[in-house]
């Protein structure tokens, strides 16, 4: 399948707006929605494509659903502003909500409003669930891919954490290079990400020179503003599986020092689950309510780049190299391996945290059931899905 053609950067945004608005459910939730919406509905790129993009994004350091939105961004648009179109239109929603409840917005409370959080909880069981049918179709089709898959979800039961996926990926790609060569058809062509080699490595260069040199500044200095910059970049720097990874990470650097109670920091974390979007996005939450200026909204936007920004700068400087490589057959059938490694994570995550957070009953089997037969069976766009069974989350509360 080739590659549909470069889309104008008010496309991108659009198309990303409507999923940051919409997709609950976590990082591997938002894969799913990713999947249905531009690998099925808009046809943007091909499922093997779209596995390639995830397991790169699973590899590197950053929140692996904002970084696979980057680089769908920058692959439909050619460039570094459909990228940028594509990360600044998921993050926006969920970082204005939070930004709002750092004010002292009116918290999301009472018996309807947790039966619609509880509702939007079995949108993402419905979601994962379809993401990882289609999937598993495409990217393990035969004996030796399905074994890959179920290896790697031992790996993540048993390991857990993001040492459990990394090494999923890296384990499943040795296994693709002895069990995968010659199966399937070779890729061909770039993906078309109009990243150079030369723009890739200055990403890289400029990602360590923030990582090593922003302490340095900071500590001669004694600027707050600095100290703020560098406390969420070094921890969106160093944090490998997600949003829910960061948050020890976040706690330390922001409740150690007295910048934001421990009561403050617990309650904007509990109104991050309830918004559509990253998770990365509560930093603007935090930098809102941080002790010393900056905070209010340059404190949000310090803190929200600066979390974010690791993550986009190596999946950047990735890009033209990881690109060039996938051509090798040597290459390809490594991939073919992380790929069906890529499904059992998934299908791992499915169960925990995803069901388990989730299905708390045989009435909430049934709604995830529904769910996932409206996605599969009726072919309803998940934000429809949203709608339903974020109702029926209210309703079965208030019975």
Known sequence: MAEKSAGSVAEIFAAFLKLGL????????HLGYFRAEFVER???LSESSYADIVALCQFLPGPAS?????????????????????????????????FAFALGATAFTGPFAEGVLHGLKLVAVAVVAQAIWGMAKNLTPDRERATIALAAVAIVVFIGGSFGQIGAIALGALAGLWLCRGEGPEATGQLGFSVSPQHGIAALVLFAILFLITPLVTAKTGS??????????????????????????????????????????????????AVPGPLFTFAAYLGAVSGPPPNGLAGAVIA??????????????MLPFWDALRLHPTAQAAMRGTNAAVVGILGAA?????????????????????GFLLLTVWKLPPWIVVVVLAMAGAMLRMI
């Open 22 to 29: 919409t997709s609950f459910g976590g990082p591997i939730a």
């Open 42 to 44: 808009r046809k943007w």
């Open 66 to 98: 904002s970084q696979v939105g980057f680089a769908l961004g920058i692959l439909h648009g050619n460039g570094l502003l459909g990228g940028l179109a594509a990360w600044s239109a998921f993050t926006m929603p969920s970082a204005i909500i939070l």
């Open 224 to 273: 707050q503003a600095l100290a703020l910059f560098d406390a969420f970049y070094r921890s969106g720097a160093l944090v490998f599986g997600g949003g829910h990874v960061v948050l020890p990470l976040l706690q330390a650097e922001v409740v150690t020092p007295g910048w934001v109670s421990n009561a403050d920091f617990l309650a904007g974390y509990g109104m991050a689950q």
């Open 304 to 317: 929200l780049i600066a979390l974010s920004l690791p993550g986009l700068l190596l999946v950047y400087g």
């Open 350 to 370: 499915l169960y925990n945290p995803v069901w388990t957070s989730a299905v708390l009953s045989p009435r909430d089997f049934a709604v995830a059931l529904a």
